[in-house]
């Protein structure tokens, strides 16, 4: 099968390095030294104590590449609505778009039973060109528990983790996501196909909408933050506003809020991916993990003070760093 890879960065080189070994015809989208470096030397993988290097297209003009089968999209949050028209050549008259991305995605409504059946989200989707550009029918959910990082332009290392979860947001066996799980399986990772894909948004983007955001306030790791009964007092209040903003959308969860920040505890002195941003001075996710559910907050009617003082504190701190 053909996939491209739009947004090379450590998942999407992850994917795109791992299905091109099984045999996959794949292709990626990148810019600058990464992409240079991918040209001339190939796309190298260092995971699970083994290096492997790819030889792939790489691009910055999706219109050398043309339709696709699958194209994986795996930029973070605030690139897409810009990204969007660019990835129009690559769709042909069967291409499923794959959201491999933290938070809400822009298609989160689309079809949905209910009195908010097809809104969109201005916080994450502003003048509508993501849904535009990328029609909500393409779209399969992706929902990935793997950690990895750009070691150098085009070399991948693969920290941890490999499982990932996909499904169709109408919650369908669909033969396009059957043949992805399968893909996916095949190239090494724990692939699981769902009927409920939002609610595994959910439990993920639980952790990510307060720990997050949080520790770009704190600069705490995940371990610095769970352990402090200070931190606890924040955090405890502001995931229960967005377990009930899910609950009013049908989603529920499987533990509690003290057992969920215990979770985080246990991964140890380790960074959220925001934090990172920051620290690199590149655009963090605000709007994909706070920001959308603030949104939808407003729909749904759940009060929120806790995650609106926290998303009006990052997003100041995010402008006193030139990011916002």
């Not at 290096?51 to 043309?66: K, L, Q």
């Not at 699981?192 to 307060?210: C, D, F, H, M, Y």
């Not at 959308?292 to 995010?318: D, F, H, N, Y």
Request: glycine share 10%.
């Amino acid at each position: 099968m053909k996939f491209c890879v739009f947004g090379a960065g450590a998942i999407g080189g992850l994917f795109g390095a791992k299905l091109a070994l099984a045999g996959h015809e794949v292709s990626f989208v990148a810019r600058g030294e990464h992409l240079a470096a991918m040209r001339k030397n190939g796309v190298t993988l260092n995971s699970a104590g083994q290096t492997h290097t790819v030889h792939a297209t790489s691009t910055d003009d999706p219109r050398e590449i043309g339709p696709q089968d699958y194209v994986l999209l795996t930029l973070k949050a605030p690139s897409v609505p810009a990204a969007a028209p660019k990835i129009r050549p690559l769709l042909g008259p069967q291409t499923a778009i794959v959201t491999a991305m933290n938070g809400i995605p822009y298609w989160y409504f689309y079809n949905l039973p209910g009195p908010w059946k097809d809104r969109r989200l201005t916080s994450i989707d502003p003048d509508g060109a993501t849904w535009d550009n990328l029609p909500p029918a393409r779209a399969i959910g992706c929902v990935i528990h793997a950690a990895g990082h750009v070691a150098a332009p085009g070399v991948i290392t693969h920290a941890s983790g490999k499982r990932l979860i996909v499904g169709e947001p109408d919650g369908s066996d669909s033969d396009r996501v059957r043949r992805l799980g399968a893909a996916l399986a095949a190239s090494g990772f724990d692939a699981t196909v769902t009927p409920r894909i939002r609610q595994e948004i959910w439990l993920k983007l639980w952790g990510n909408a307060s720990f997050n955001p949080v520790s770009v306030l704190t600069h705490g790791t995940l371990e610095a933050l769970a352990s402090d009964p200070d931190s606890r007092s924040v955090l405890g209040p502001m995931m229960t506003e967005l377990q009930e903003i899910a609950r009013r959308l049908d989603i529920t969860f499987p533990i509690d809020v003290e057992r969920r920040m215990d979770i985080a505890k246990e991964l140890g002195p380790h960074k959220t991916s925001m934090l990172q941003d920051l620290e690199r001075g590149r655009p963090m996710e605000i709007d994909g993990l706070l920001g959308s559910v603030v949104e939808m907050a407003r729909m749904v009617g759940v009060e929120t003070p806790i995650c609106g003082m926290i998303l009006a504190l990052v997003r100041q701190r995010a402008r006193m760093a030139g990011l916002l």
